[in-house]
């Protein structure tokens, strides 16, 4: 199956400033990648849906100036979290949809502070 | 009411039980999942099923589309097996679109 590198799986930033976070498929060509946020005890939540080539589609409630999306090829997607704050702080892993299910990065956690 | 429930919340288990870990949903569906996730946040897929029933290994899950319901056992428990299991369910609506079930927290002692 597919395998996703994501990456970096864990960021601790300053109030303010944006992180960048990477999802790279190694070995399939993705057109379509998910990106998902888990608060502590709950469950995954799915912002956006990132599309090669064109813009995401995101989740009503999540905020596309906030949370850029970037998929420029059929092997990287991107989220960055722009002027972070500590609310922001959560675990943030993508995947991509194959025709047996799904595979996951190994996810990111961002501690904003 | 969740659209994708699952039972119970929490479970431990001695090592060698069988488990059940249930999951019900109430929206349509082309597909459901089990996915699960180890303490560090890593979550792998483990089934994704349409009707009837698959195995892996120690691992079986069924689903029953008329009752809109679905099981993962595990048979011949281990330690490594501790982790929390996602019950998720791509909609009809959109293929695109999955619902994730809350976990069931699985602690497998020796």
């Known amino acids: 199956g597919a395998v996703v590198s994501q990456h970096p799986s864990r960021v601790i930033c300053k109030s303010g400033t944006s992180v960048k976070i990477e999802c790279r498929s190694l070995?399939?060509?993705?057109?379509?990648m998910f990106w998902y946020r888990q608060f502590p005890k709950q469950s995954l939540m799915l912002m956006a849906t990132?599309?090669?080539?064109?813009?995401?589609?995101?989740e009503q409630g999540v905020e596309k100036d906030k949370f850029l999306i970037n998929h420029a090829s059929l092997t990287l997607s991107t989220l960055t979290v722009t002027s972070a704050h500590p609310e922001d702080s959560s675990f943030y892993i993508c995947?991509?949809?194959?025709?047996?299910?799904?595979?996951f990065g190994s996810g990111t956690r961002l501690t904003v502070v | 009411k969740n659209e994708v429930e699952q039972s119970p919340q929490n479970l431990t288990a001695q090592e060698g039980e069988f488990i059940t870990i249930n999951c019900s949903y109430s929206?349509?569906?082309?597909?459901l999942h089990w996915l699960q996730q180890h303490p560090g946040g890593g979550i792998v897929s483990l089934f994704m099923?349409?009707?009837g029933k698959k195995k892996h290994g120690r691992l079986i899950a069924t689903i029953n589309i008329q009752e809109k319901h679905s099981s993962l056992h595990i048979t011949a428990s281990h330690p490594r097996d501790s982790a929390v299991y996602i019950c998720a369910v791509s909609t009809k609506t959109s293929y695109d679109k999955v619902i994730f079930g809350p976990g069931t927290s699985l602690s497998v002692i020796p």
């Open positions: 929206v349509g569906i082309s597909a």
């Open positions: 070995d399939f060509q993705a057109t379509t």
């Open positions: 995947s991509l949809q194959q025709n047996y299910g799904y595979t």
């Open positions: 990132s599309n090669e080539g064109s813009k995401a589609t995101y």
């Open positions: 099923l349409s009707s």
